[in-house]
Nanobody, 115 residues
Framework: QVQLVESGGGLVQPGGSLRLSCAAS????????MGWYRQAPGKQREWVAV???????NYADSVKGRFTISGDNAKNTVYLQMNSLKPDDTAVYYC?????????WGQGTQVTVSS
């Protein structure tokens, strides 16, 4: 099993920044990637970004150039730096981790972009 704990959400004005963190524990040796999804009210869950164990990254078009995902192997943590935030970025952000045959989820953290 893998446990994921997110932190860093909150309320920010349009154009502002937030950094989300996701700390993994448990059977982390077999994780091959970690990333983020988000779900806005009334909408389907949307993939945001991924960080692979080899250091590769990929982003949804909607956040490319504004969000940066990174990882700290020593802390078993991934980060999502979110800049130039827009009201459309308002959502619950969920961290996930994958290994062969399984996907694990965090509990979610709320991000609200509003003036």
């Amino acid at each position: 099993q893998v446990q994921l704990v997110e932190s860093g959400g909150g309320l920010v004005q349009p154009g502002g920044s937030l950094r989300l963190s996701c700390a993994a524990s448990g059977s982390i040796f077999s994780i091959n990637a970690m990333g983020w999804y988000r779900q806005a009210p009334g909408k389907q869950r949307e993939w945001v970004a991924v960080f692979s164990k080899t250091g590769g990254t990929n982003y949804a078009d909607s956040v490319k150039g504004r969000f940066t995902i990174s990882g700290d192997n020593a802390k078993n943590t991934v980060y999502l730096q979110m800049n130039s935030l827009k009201p459309d970025d308002t959502a619950v952000y969920y961290c996930y981790a994958t290994r062969i045959g399984s996907t694990y989820w965090g509990q979610g953290t709320q991000v609200t972009v509003s003036s």
